[in-house]
């Protein structure tokens, strides 16, 4: 299932769909790895790519006691970093867990193409799987229809594609395919450098 960033894009109108695609599996299986391959090798065909982290931990992402954090300990909500070169925005993410945190997101990648999520097995939308033998758990895709494919140079027995982990190029002409097929419906161009021909 291919879905967008946020559902607010998918249902105004008034954007072109953002695919949102989920870098999954096990600890140590190399989904940083992958993602951090990934990004230059899709901007280097054109497509413009944004990057969320995923974690189940509860983290401070700010510094206890610098002036940020104690902003925010005050009460002001949200609470921004300004600097010369980047800007860091902190915002609770509340207590309401229907709510859809990439709802929550999509304004400040509305102009990504494609947005690579590392981690987030719970999440709807597209998955693949990153998976190494050795070290000794199965893939999720067994079970999990969500993966619509593994990335490994080990022998696996599932029943979606298998990618090779070692030669980037046909994941990233599999998700060019992935990224064509979910803005079919508003009819883009492929962006400039991009080896899907106009049509296809």
Same mark, same amino acid.
């Given at each position: 299932?291919?879905?967008?960033?946020?559902?607010?894009?998918?249902?105004?109108?008034?954007?072109?769909?953002?695919?949102?695609?989920?870098?999954?599996?096990?600890?140590?299986?190399?989904?940083?790895?992958?993602?951090?391959?990934?990004?230059?090798?899709?901007?280097?065909?054109?497509?413009?790519?944004?990057?969320?982290?995923?974690?189940?931990h509860?983290?401070?992402?700010?510094?206890?006691?610098k002036?940020?954090?104690?902003?925010?300990?005050?009460?002001a909500?949200?609470? #921004? %970093?300004?600097?010369? *070169?980047? =800007?860091? @925005?902190?915002? /609770?993410?509340?207590?309401?867990?229907s709510?859809? &945190?990439?709802?929550?997101?999509?304004?400040?990648?509305?102009?990504?193409?494609?947005?690579?999520?590392?981690?987030?097995?719970?999440?709807?939308?597209?998955?693949?799987?990153?998976?190494?033998?050795?070290?000794?758990?199965?893939?999720?895709?067994?079970?999990?229809?969500?993966?619509? #494919? %593994?990335?490994?140079? *080990?022998? =696996?027995? @599932?029943?979606? /594609?298998?990618?090779?982990?070692?030669?980037?190029? &046909?994941?990233?002409?599999?998700?060019?395919?992935?990224?064509?097929?979910?803005r079919?419906?508003?009819?883009?161009?492929?962006?400039?450098?991009?080896?899907?021909?106009?049509?296809?």
């Open positions: 299932m291919v879905v967008p960033m946020g559902e607010a894009l998918h249902n105004t109108g008034c954007h072109r769909p953002v695919l949102r695609l989920h870098i999954v599996g096990s600890k140590n299986h190399g989904k940083t790895t992958l993602i951090e391959q990934l990004v230059p090798a899709l901007k280097a065909r054109g497509w413009r790519v944004g990057t969320v982290k995923h974690t189940h509860r983290h401070e992402l700010d510094v206890p006691g002036d940020s954090h104690r902003h925010r300990m005050a009460g909500e949200p609470v #921004a %970093v300004l600097s010369r *070169d980047l =800007v860091a @925005v902190y915002i /609770p993410r509340g207590r309401d867990s709510q859809e &945190p990439y709802d929550f997101l999509e304004r400040w990648f509305d102009a990504c193409h494609i947005v690579l999520v590392e981690g987030d097995m719970q999440a709807r939308g597209a998955k693949i799987e990153v998976w190494r033998a050795q070290l000794g758990t199965p893939p999720r895709a067994i079970e999990d229809p969500s993966i619509l #494919a %593994v990335v490994t140079d *080990d022998p =696996v027995c @599932v029943q979606v /594609p298998v990618l090779p982990r070692h030669n980037l190029a &046909p994941l990233v002409s599999w998700i060019e395919q992935l990224l064509h097929d979910s079919a419906n508003s009819q883009p161009e492929p962006p400039s450098g991009s080896s899907l021909p106009p049509g296809n």
